[in-house]
């Protein structure tokens, strides 16, 4: 493993929870700051913020998810294809296909919520710098994140550069503040032992309870391990937290906790009191930076995840740009881009302090850990073929863990839980409505359409006149006639000499290697179907694949075809299939989807659409 390895799984993968500390041990000691803070409650509330990093994010993701890779890829959607493929009933794949679903929503929650609460708890430290520099804290936020957000479309190929080497120096400079005060307060280091956890919970209970829900907050950013496998490998990931990232928070969270042993009114902002005075406004801007690059984590993020549901039939076409010549996976979303954006203003003007927004990060973080670890137990199960009692063994205290930390944060949904519950439930009834009413959109093609098999043997009968050119007829169901050939033939009376029905199968691996993209087969003269597969990590090119169609002897010209495409109308059946208010949501989306020429990469201007009235 090289050393720039090394330095862009810092910079990439663990930008998100490297900048925890700046609010999570805060977080958690102000559950019990009213009447002070004792001595053995700051130890009791380290030992659960230690024992945390090593049982969820060590343990269940370091040392068990990450085996769970999807052809080297990681994230919900890799899980829940994977999980997918053991489901043994049509029933089972879609309560699988649900977990996935819900998992993927609330990540977008935690995508909206991780710019707004790391920027403004980075930009608070100003306040400790001086008093004076309070009413700045909310406009200089804005600032940073309007240009975070306004710089998307340039890409991460140029801002990555610097990605690695500033989260080393994070994660360098936290650990050594950290250990500078444990040396003035060894005795702080007692708190490595889960007694103290155990104890804290026993005497606090249901207040001990209340607080795992921001103990959570030092965990965030787990996911990110798993989600991003894909760009480095499981190994560096591996390396990285257990040799340098987890010393680093380890050594800054029991910092953070000698200094409130020895000066309890440092509960103000442990985190940046932990640093000289003259060191304050320089960490302030390092934590800007790191809290800039977590950010960045999960917007890249965001706009992956959007990607793979498009791909795996959960949402609408979306606008993809891709902002590298040699990197597929860097790419850039405008919609989701603009939505991020719009969702982060609306936090920071609302919530306007980190400590405010804590209540509404824990709920998506946890909501997400608790789909991870479902779908984790199903695919161990079958695919690994672990056995029952080792599968329950290992996982039912991690989900058990998984449950507190999320049943915790429910008790919060008043103080701002409910940001991405409903940002979650509105997410996921575009996605179910949108799947649903693909699914009957097909079952009508089925219903209404013409065989391929049958049109092709009446063909020879029909003296139908055959016209120079190419014609392609993109289709969603290969065993059926194209609405829009019929509707050619209906109109026009003729059909090309040479056609092509164009499928596109997405696929639930990460990526289709060269050897299974392309599927020709010659259905009779001039007439061949065309079967292009495409991963969940990829975006479709028609022309360029149809182009290469020459090496095997098919021949295509770009400026002798036309590809037809059919316009569905949806109307109501006489009985029909979804409610009427679903239906009109479902038009919706379907109107405001990037158009198929876009979206393949079709030349519009040699695109010819016909119109098609669909009841459902």
């Known amino acids: 493993m090289s050393p720039a390895l090394i330095l862009g799984v810092l910079g990439v993968v663990y930008g998100d929870i490297g900048t925890s500390p700046l609010y999570a041990l805060k977080a958690s000691v102000l559950h019990f700051a009213a009447d002070g803070v004792e001595r053995w409650e700051v130890l009791g509330l380290l030992s659960l913020i230690f024992w945390s990093l090593i049982l969820t994010v060590t343990i269940k993701y370091v040392v068990f998810v990450l085996r769970a890779d999807n052809r080297g890829e990681g994230g919900i959607l890799a899980l829940m294809a994977l999980a997918q493929r053991c489901a043994r009933t049509e029933r089972g794949r879609w309560l699988v296909a649900l977990v996935g679903m819900a998992g993927a929503c609330l990540f977008f929650g935690d995508g909206i919520i991780t710019p707004a609460i790391s920027v403004l708890s980075a930009v608070?430290?100003?306040?400790?710098?001086?008093?004076?520099?309070?009413?700045?804290?909310?406009?200089l936020s804005l600032v940073i994140l309007f240009a975070l957000f306004l710089v998307q479309y340039r890409g991460t190929g140029s801002m990555g550069a610097i990605f690695g080497p500033?989260?080393?120096l994070w994660f360098a400079s936290i650990g050594l503040l950290g250990l500078i005060e444990i040396v003035r307060e060894p005795e702080v280091l007692v708190a490595l032992s889960p007694t103290y956890a155990i104890h804290f919970c026993y005497v606090y209970r249901l207040a001990a309870f209340i607080a795992m829900g921001s103990v959570v907050l030092a965990v965030t950013g787990a996911e990110a391990l798993y989600a991003d496998m894909g760009h480095f490998g499981k190994r560096p990931i591996q390396f990285a937290w257990m040799s340098f990232v987890l010393p680093a928070l380890a050594l800054n969270y029991f910092g953070q906790g000698a200094l409130l042993l020895s000066t309890p009114e440092a509960l103000e902002n442990p985190f940046f009191l932990l640093a000289?005075?003259?060191?304050r406004l320089p960490l302030v801007v390092l934590a800007t930076a790191a809290t800039i690059i977590a950010s960045q984590a999960m917007i890249s993020g965001a706009y992956s995840i959007a990607r793979q549901c498009v791909q795996l039939g959960f949402s609408p076409r979306l606008e993809v740009r891709h902002t590298s010549v040699t990197e597929e996976g860097?790419?850039?979303?405008?919609?989701?881009?603009?939505?991020?954006?719009?969702g982060?203003?609306?936090?920071?003007?609302?919530?306007?302090?980190?400590?405010?927004?804590?209540?509404?990060y824990g709920i998506a973080v946890t909501g997400t850990f608790l789909c991870t670890s479902t779908l984790a137990i199903l695919v161990f199960r079958r695919q690994f073929h672990w056995s029952l009692p080792l599968t329950l063994g290992v996982f039912t205290p991690l989900l058990a863990l998984d449950a507190v930390f999320f049943i915790a944060n429910v008790l919060k949904i008043p103080d701002g839980g409910y940001v991405p519950l409903v940002l979650g439930a509105i997410l996921m009834l575009l996605m179910t409505t949108w799947y649903r009413g693909r699914q009957l959109l097909f079952?009508?093609?089925?219903?209404?359409s013409l065989p391929l098999k049958s049109f092709l043997a009446r063909l020879p009968q029909s003296r139908t006149i055959r016209v120079p050119g190419i014609a392609v007829f993109m289709t969603g169901q290969a065993d059926y006639v194209p609405g829009a050939l019929l509707h050619n033939?209906?109109?026009?009376k003729v059909l090309h000499e040479r056609v092509l029905f164009v499928t596109v199968l997405n696929e639930d691996v990460p990526q289709v290697g060269p050897d299974r993209r392309r599927e020709v087969q010659e259905l009779g003269a001039g007439i061949h179907?065309?079967?292009?597969?495409?991963?969940?990590?990829?975006?479709?090119?028609i022309p360029r694949e149809l182009e290469g169609l020459r090496e095997i002897g098919v021949p295509f010209d770009t400026m002798q075809s036309s590809y037809f495409l059919g316009r569905e109308t949806l109307v109501q059946a006489v009985v029909p299939k979804m409610s009427r208010w679903r239906q009109w949501l479902f038009t919706l989306m379907s109107r405001n989807a990037v158009p198929a020429t876009e979206f393949f990469r079709i030349p519009s201007d040699r695109v010819v659409e016909l119109g098609v009235r669909v009841a459902i």
């Open 124 to 139: 608070e430290g100003l306040k400790i710098v001086s008093p004076a520099f309070e009413e700045a804290v909310i406009p």
């Open 489 to 492: 033939l209906k109109h026009n």
């Open 166 to 168: 500033v989260c080393a």
């Open 529 to 541: 179907r065309v079967i292009l597969r495409y991963g969940f990590q990829e975006s479709p090119n």
């Open 330 to 342: 860097q790419i850039y979303l405008p919609q989701v881009n603009f939505a991020l954006l719009i």
């Open 276 to 279: 000289p005075e003259w060191l």
């Open 344 to 360: 982060v203003v609306i936090l920071v003007m609302e919530f306007r302090n980190s400590d405010s927004l804590a209540a509404a």
């Open 443 to 448: 079952a009508r093609f089925r219903q209404d």
